[in-house]
């Protein structure tokens, strides 16, 4: 029997950039979904995966309730729908050259499905190391390329607009910063010398996290191809270049709402990377930082909810630093960032509003052991 298990993830900085080939700030945390797996000496992978009606944060499947699966590894397999992960598993396993047989595998996790918590992602890689380590286990601990697989099980095998950072965040675990300009992961583990404390909520409203991803990655795309007459290529060259900022009033307004959004988000990654790196970070200016990101969210690329406001508002009066919403948005959950002392308060506000919260710690990355 062989356990494989990897944690969920906030993001912190450069939601909704990481498909644009740049930069984010994100931090594993301390939900996780776990695989248990023993071979077969068939070609039938079964597998029992948690019920979805198991949906409250951080809860445990107590009472053993699962759905089954059967899928015949030695068949060719074509997908019923967008998101046939389980077989998309095993085609990109075998296109990478490993031996994918017959198993028996039970998946579990403490991740809420449909929160913005990179359930979907979480699962994919840990049934993605999990075969692959019955196959070749020096392979399969090499976060790297484990993360990698997810992505093109869940992301490329469907051509859907996700992008990399949850697939990496999960796989190396603790914080890091990602940089996605060369089309690949480019990880640098950083330390955040600070005593607050995340605090994670759920918003209780479900998202579609495709048509979020939808609404705010391809006019983003549609925009940058219409400034590429002016030699810009991506957020980034605002950045580098601020003179051509002055471009961006040749577009429409809606089209300059999105670009500007994410040309000052991709300052507020910046900014915090260097105070982080510089060990100049304080709570407060997290704080800010974070009350900054989630502004342009909200009003520039127009994916929060009332709700998430209104948690935010209350975790704001009852003494958080700031916070933002986790994930595409739309709904599911949302954190912030406050004094340690004032965390339960917090937690008790928002139960009292009738949202579930929990104090989260950092984690590890993904795990495999006998």
């Not at 944060?57 to 074509?78: M, Q, R, V």
């Not at 809420?112 to 993605?128: A, D, F």
């Not at 969210?297 to 948690?311: A, E, H, N």
Request: aromatic share 8%.
């Amino acid at each position: 029997m062989i356990t494989v298990s990897t944690p969920s993830r906030i993001c912190l900085f450069g939601e909704h950039q990481d498909y644009l080939g740049l930069e984010v700030i994100a931090s594993a945390i301390n939900l996780r979904f776990t695989a248990r797996i023993q071979a077969r000496p068939d070609s039938l992978l079964h597998i029992r995966i948690r019920d979805k009606s198991i949906g409250e944060l951080g809860a445990k499947n107590t009472e053993n309730k699962y759905e089954e699966y059967c899928i015949d590894t030695a068949s060719e397999l074509s997908y019923e729908n967008s998101r046939d992960y389980f077989k998309s598993i095993v085609n990109v396993l075998k296109k990478a050259g490993f031996a994918v047989s017959g198993a028996e595998v039970t998946l579990d996790s403490e991740i809420p499905i449909g929160k913005g918590m990179c359930s979907s992602t979480t699962m994919v890689l840990v049934l993605t190391t999990a075969l692959a380590a019955l196959s070749d286990r020096k392979r399969a601990e090499d976060a790297m390329e484990m993360a990698l697989l997810a992505w093109k099980a869940e992301v490329e095998e469907f051509n859907e607009p996700g992008g990399m950072m949850d697939h990496y965040a999960s796989a190396l675990g603790g914080m890091v910063h990602l940089d996605f300009s060369t089309g690949k992961a480019v990880p640098t583990p950083l330390k955040l010398d600070l005593d607050g404390c995340f605090i994670l909520f759920d918003s209780l409203q479900d998202k579609d996290t495709i048509k979020v991803l939808g609404d705010s990655k391809y006019p983003t795309l549609e925009a940058l191809k219409q400034l590429g007459q002016y030699g810009i290529s991506s957020i980034r060259d605002f950045y580098d270049h601020p003179e051509l900022e002055k471009y961006v009033d040749t577009l429409d307004g809606f089209h300059q709402q999105k670009v500007r959004a994410n040309i000052d988000n991709y300052h507020i990654q910046r900014e915090a990377l260097s105070l982080i790196r510089e060990g100049k970070m304080t709570n407060e200016k997290l704080g800010e930082l974070l009350n900054r990101h989630q502004a342009n969210l909200r009003d520039g690329l127009q994916i929060s909810t009332p709700v998430i406001d209104k948690i935010l508002e209350t975790a704001m009066a009852h003494g958080a630093y700031g916070g933002k919403f986790n994930g595409s948005g739309g709904g599911g959950c949302l954190y912030c960032y406050a004094p340690r002392e004032k965390a339960e308060e917090i937690v008790a506000a928002a139960k009292e509003l009738g949202y579930p919260a929990m104090i989260l710690r950092q984690d590890k990355g993904l795990t495999i052991h006998d």
